[in-house]
């Protein structure tokens, strides 16, 4: 089954003590990308991959942190997260560029909560 | 960069009647227009999109029109049920772009028994 798996679901954490979420999907798809959800602004995209080793800054990357070591995993990682990080993301993947029109497929999303 | 406006940021609706949802882009290179339902709690899933080439589709109740000249796209709902209710988003972004889709704020839509 296609799946893109992100963890953790829900956190609630302190400000200033590093995370990461983790995603990884099961369909060898080289694009992969992170989205933040506020309410009345949309799903805003954070970093992107194109591949191992290969990424870029989407709409609002500040405070965040990205890597892509293996192709399946592109993990988010919050060095000091701050309250004004709190929100709802969604890792994404699909084969080819997402702007290509290629099926995407969203994590179920991982609610966070930065006190 | 692109900008995606979309509105209205709520709708209501008696159930059986239409629902319309609108939006907007700026980058005329923009060539791909996929629109998003959101069940709350749940991860946008794609219901219609639409490329440049093309005015109109249409997938059972659900259809999306295209105007280039205007740079504007809507979603149309006929019929619509109680199981509609969600927050539809809309997209846009260019065919074989590395960059992501740029989506709208999203519509809150109730449909009303």
């Known amino acids: 089954e296609a799946q893109v798996t992100q963890n953790p679901r829900y956190l609630i954490t302190v400000t200033g003590k590093k995370l990461t979420v983790t995603c990884s999907q099961n369909m060898n798809h080289e694009y992969m990308s992170w989205y933040r959800q506020d309410p009345g602004l949309g799903l805003r995209q954070i970093y992107y991959?194109?591949?191992?080793?290969?990424?870029d800054k989407g709409d609002v990357p500040e405070g965040y942190k990205v890597s892509r070591k293996e192709k399946r995993n592109f993990p988010l990682i919050l060095e000091s997260p701050s309250p004004n990080q709190t929100s709802l993301y969604f890792c994404?993947?699909?084969?080819?560029?997402?702007?290509?029109?290629?099926?995407?497929?969203f994590g179920e999303g991982s609610w966070l909560t930065v006190v | 960069g692109e900008n995606v406006e979309q509105h209205p940021s709520t709708l209501s609706v008696q159930e059986g009647d239409s629902a319309v949802i609108k939006c907007t882009y700026s980058d005329s290179a923009s060539n791909y227009f996929p629109w998003y339902k959101q069940e709350l709690g749940k991860r946008p899933q794609l219901i219609i999109d639409i490329r440049s080439n093309v005015g109109e589709k249409k997938d059972q109740r659900i259809a999306v029109t295209l105007n280039k000249t205007a740079k504007h796209f809507s979603l149309h709902i006929t019929e619509t049920q109680p199981e509609d209710s969600a927050v539809y988003f809309c997209a846009a972004s260019i065919r074989g772009s590395a960059r992501q889709l740029t989506f709208g704020s999203g519509t809150q839509l109730t449909v009303l028994p």
């Open positions: 994404a993947s699909s084969p080819l560029p997402q702007g290509a029109g290629n099926t995407i497929y």
């Open positions: 991959s194109m591949n191992v080793e290969v990424t």
